[in-house]
């Protein structure tokens, strides 16, 4: 009778930035999604970088109404549209720069939350926008040590 092990083995992550941060495995858009209620569901799963305090811990959350691109104009999707791998990266992208220009003094970004606003609709077709709502933390006690 022959025995099989089975090895399985987890990375965790980490990096220094303001505070210990914890690098979880989905930090990314790997596929394309349909509709701006698949594309907000997504998006809001990779923040994969989560600020680990050791002690005491100051929270803070910024609302930006409609998301707009690098021309200032409004990212607006369908609920049947696809949306591309190249398109989520932008929307992260712009997120991020939104959040880092917005950062309150001595905080980082805990998270990117990402929501639809209904715009318009057209038979049984919406549309929305982007509103994306930043949690920022800031580590009053001691960082926490890598795991």
């Known amino acids: 009778m022959k025995k099989f092990i089975l090895l399985i083995t987890v990375f965790v992550f980490t990096c220094q930035l303001h505070a210990q941060i914890q690098r979880m495995p989905k930090c990314s858009p790997w596929r394309s999604v349909t509709g701006y209620p698949q594309l907000c569901t997504e998006l809001s799963s990779f923040n994969c970088a989560r600020i ?53 003094a001595g905080y980082a970004i805990e998270i990117i939350n990402y929501i639809p606003d209904i715009i318009t609709s057209s038979g049984t077709i919406t549309y929305a926008g982007i509103d994306i709502k930043v949690t920022y933390k800031k580590c009053t006690g001691p960082i926490a040590l890598p795991n």
Not at 70 to 95: E, L
């Open 52 to 104: 680990m305090c050791k002690g005491a811990s100051n929270t803070t959350v910024i609302t930006n109404s409609l998301l707009q691109d690098i021309n200032n104009s409004i990212y607006t999707f369908s609920s049947v549209q696809s949306i591309s791998v190249v398109i989520q990266n932008k929307i992260i992208a712009q997120a991020r720069n939104w959040a880092n220009a917005n950062k309150p």
